[in-house]
């Protein structure tokens, strides 16, 4: 059988980096073809020379036995190459029925092609359980949804092959699911998917084939029931990964941190973190397991001292804040202890357009270790930097390059560096390897466990279940901004699921 | 009472116009992300250019011509220099602004030697006055004739041309293709991008439009309200239009009300000068002419709501570098 599509020695360079190195692929058609490696091996540039984003220096694309120019996205869409981005193409103030026809109107006025997009809308809706109001606002969409959208957009068009660059990043794992299901649906009618990750598991779960890119390269192509993760994972970083945190039993000593009835209101009003109390031992981690948006995020700001709260206590170390005043606040929770790797470190744990030494000491600059009155002592900043990017190997080690220009990994690392290193009794991590390479998540994952060894109270908070369970000695679940109960961490995934998602599991027996 | 009335209305109408062609011109830029404070020195160069022509060939038309071209040149120079350049789009619109400033000073004193000024127009080319059917005969008809000789009758034709802009740009943003990418291009161009339409045609088209627009403004001031280009004589019309346009919140509407919200003051303004408020007194006339600044800030600092400009808005598009 003709290949859905095939590539042939394309080649792209931006600047220095060589970020594709003549990639051969082929795909065939009817399949679900999946693309790891780590972020940087190249998978998002070819996959955006594929639909016309990018021109390749060189090389063959061809489409269905026929090679073809791709140029600009309407090339891409004319050959029936549809794409789902990681960020989506979406306009938030548009109804979903304004976003699908757009670039697709069929004709200089709107009436008729709205009609028979409608009508369209609801023969895909039927034909790939792909349901959504066509007259919902996109803005207003959870992000599952959001996505359908742009599946919809690209069937729309009347594409054959599908692109999905890293779909599940945004999804809940009940979501992600979902997703794959339909992806199933697309292939069984015969759709060419390609599905960009690098989260092995879903490579496991839903794809026939895999292709493996590691440092612009390709590196092997494999049927996806020969191989496995641990295999897939060596050739996506170069050497054996260990997948599997490995860690001794914890020893907890005294309490390091109590927290009693906080509840915290945000700026609609709406109790966000409701009454929720506990106590993390020194020598521990407690997980937060919960889906995104349940409460933990303003939890863990509260307790770094960002937010206030409306009612309740937090105890560190034995002495008592009061966090319902404006007098807690992030440097007072820093002076007592408090360390924290917000969770997403390009809104509040770096400034990105700052030198990688300005970030080392970013919330310490005050210490007078790193100078005196108004000026700052660069050279002894410089030098906890370069310290820290040895101890940490953070690449490239040169503290003085923009921070935007390292990699997610090797950002994050920064920021685990600078909160780790100053000491603190309570660390509070937020999605510590959130859109961070296999390889790092390794060594940031044995960080974390080092410092509870060493005796630190760790409190983490993740919406990646597999991480909860792998590090936490101990899980707290939220919903709907409570704790809901707590498990240790072999409990079964579902049962963690079910609670996640609110069900009580007494109530439902 | 009903007179005046009708008197102040009617000069709201006409003092609005120049207003509400600036808006909807800036609607156009803005909405496709192209923010434009240089609608004044457009508006400016377009009134030099209008009267300028307008004296020259005699015709109000060809006058209206000259200005357009000027302004549309002026748009296209933003456009080249935030589009396809993505330089800053505020720094670009004062530069048109101080151009034109400058320029039209310049040239009228080195062309027509009258302190900067063009030579007055005779009135076959100017645009004057339409009377409808009827208008004389219904005169003196109670309210009525008030409403329709005073108020709906006697404008010209570039009046009644920016009222029908309304409409026909509200329909052009939501009943056609071009109003619905303009719409996306403004709030998130990499999606329009994604979808195979060229960002960078669809922005140039906007500002094509915005020029065009601001060209009847500038026309309308030198060669329908007035009679000639006088230095300077937009006087900030097109920074009032910019406000109109916040206040209106981006949508073609809610931008004629607020270009008459703006006209009624101006025409207040007007009629009240010189004259004695009962209990007050004598208002001083700068009083009533700093009232839309004052009404500007009043509303913006909180009395319209938070006016969420669109998404796109002042930021060049870069493709994103993986």
Not at chain 1, 254 to 265: E, F, K, Q, Y
Not at chain 2, 254 to 273: H, K, Y
Request: aromatic content about 6%; hydrophobic content about 45%.
């Amino acid at each position: 059988m003709v290949p859905a599509i095939e590539l042939r020695k394309i080649d792209k360079s931006f600047g220095p980096v060589h970020a594709n190195k003549a990639i051969d692929l082929t795909v065939a058609k009817g399949s679900i073809h999946g693309i790891v490696g780590e972020n940087g091996a190249g998978k998002s540039t070819l996959m955006s020379i594929l639909y016309g984003f990018y021109r390749a220096d060189g090389g063959d694309i061809v489409v269905d036995g026929k090679k073809v120019e791709i140029e600009d996205s309407k090339a891409a869409i004319s050959h029936g190459i549809g794409m789902v981005h990681q960020h989506f193409m979406l306009v938030d103030n548009f109804t979903v029925l304004e976003n699908v026809i757009l670039g697709a109107e069929g004709g200089s006025l709107l009436g008729e092609g709205v009609a028979r997009a409608r009508a369209e809308l609801k023969r895909l809706e039927q034909e790939y359980e792909l349901k959504v109001d066509p007259d919902a606002v996109v803005g207003e969409l959870p992000v599952g949804l959001q996505q359908r959208v742009e599946i919809l957009k690209a069937l729309f068009r009347g594409a054959d092959i599908l692109i999905l660059d890293e779909p599940t990043g945004v999804l809940t794992p009940a979501e992600a699911d979902h997703l794959f299901r339909i992806l199933r649906v697309l292939r069984d009618e015969g759709k060419t998917v390609l599905l960009i990750t690098h989260k092995l598991r879903e490579i496991m779960a839903v794809t026939d084939t895999v292709s493996v890119m590691r440092q612009g390269a390709m590196v092997a192509t494999c049927k996806t029931s020969e191989t496995s993760m641990p295999e897939l994972a060596e050739l996506m970083v170069g050497r054996r990964v260990l997948l599997r945190v490995d860690k001794k039993p914890a020893t907890p000593g005294r309490t390091a941190l109590s927290v009693r009835g906080l509840t915290v209101r945000d700026s609609r009003g709406l109790d966000v973190v409701k009454n929720v109390g506990f106590d993390l031992r020194e020598g521990e981690i407690v997980g937060i397991a919960g889906v995104s948006g349940n409460g933990q995020s303003q939890l863990m700001e509260t307790l770094a001292g960002i937010r206030r709260a409306v009612s309740g206590t937090i105890e560190i170390d034995g002495y008592k804040v009061d966090p319902t005043t404006g007098a807690v606040d992030p440097a007072e929770m820093r002076r007592l202890g408090m360390g924290h790797v917000p969770e997403d470190r390009h809104r509040m744990g770096l400034v990105t357009k700052f030198y990688e030494y300005e970030n080392a000491i970013l919330g310490y600059h005050r210490d007078p270790a790193y100078g005196k009155g108004a000026m700052l002592d660069l050279a002894a900043i410089r030098e906890t930097a370069n310290g820290e990017i040895e101890k940490y190997d953070i690449r490239p080690p040169n503290c003085q390059l923009r921070t935007a220009s390292f990699s997610g990994g090797n950002q994050q690392k920064i920021v685990l560096a600078r909160e780790i290193e100053r000491d603190p009794k309570v660390l509070l991590v937020g999605q510590p390897t959130r859109g961070v390479d296999i390889g790092a998540i390794e060594f940031i994952h044995r960080r974390i466990v080092e410092m509870r060894d060493a005796g630190k109270a760790i409190l983490l908070v993740s919406v990646e279940l597999d991480e909860i369970r792998g590090l936490a000695d101990r899980v707290l679940v939220m919903f709907d901004g409570a704790l809901v109960g707590e498990r240790p961490p072999e409990t079964d995934e579902g049962e963690l699921g079910l609670m996640m998602a609110g069900v009580n599991r007494e109530a439902a027996e | 009472m009903f007179e005046m009335m009708i008197l102040i209305l009617d000069s709201t109408v006409r003092l609005s116009t120049p207003l509400l062609l600036a808006c909807l011109a800036g609607l156009y830029s803005e909405r496709s992300g192209i923010f434009d404070i240089g609608l004044e020195g457009k508006m400016l160069g377009a009134a030099f250019a209008a009267g300028a022509g307008a004296a020259v060939t005699g015709s109000a038309w060809l006058g209206l011509a000259c200005g357009i071209v000027v302004s549309v040149a002026l748009a296209l120079l933003h456009g080249f220099a935030s589009i396809t350049n993505r330089g800053n789009q505020i720094v670009s619109g004062v530069a048109i602004n101080f151009l034109a400033m400058g320029l039209t000073a310049l040239l009228g004193q080195d062309w027509f030697r009258q302190g900067g000024q063009t030579p007055p127009l005779p009135v076959e080319a100017r645009f004057t006055s339409l009377d409808w059917p009827f208008a004389e005969a219904l005169r003196d008809v109670p309210v009525i004739g008030g409403l329709y000789s005073e108020l709906l009758s006697g404008h010209n034709l570039l009046v009644y041309v920016a009222f029908l802009m309304v409409p026909f740009t509200w329909w052009a943003l939501y009943r056609t293709r071009f109003g619905l990418r303009l719409r996306a291009v403004g709030e998130n161009p990499a999606a329009v991008d994604t979808a195979g339409i060229s960002v960078t045609w669809l922005r140039y088209r906007a500002v094509i439009c915005t020029g065009i627009l601001c060209g009847v403004a500038g026309a309308y001031l030198s060669t329908a309200q007035s009679a000639s280009f006088i230095k300077d004589m937009t006087a900030g019309r097109g920074f009032i239009a910019l406000a109109a346009l916040i206040f209106a919140k981006w949508r073609p509407v809610p931008a004629m009300f607020a270009c008459l919200l703006f006209g009624f003051l101006d025409a207040v303004a007007i009629r009240l000068q010189g004259q004695e408020l009962p209990g007050i007194g004598e208002v001083p006339v700068q009083f009533f002419q700093a009232l839309p600044y004052i009404l500007t800030v009043v509303l913006l600092a909180g009395f319209i709501g938070r006016a969420i400009p669109p998404k796109a808005g002042g930021t060049a598009y870069v493709k994103e570098r993986t």
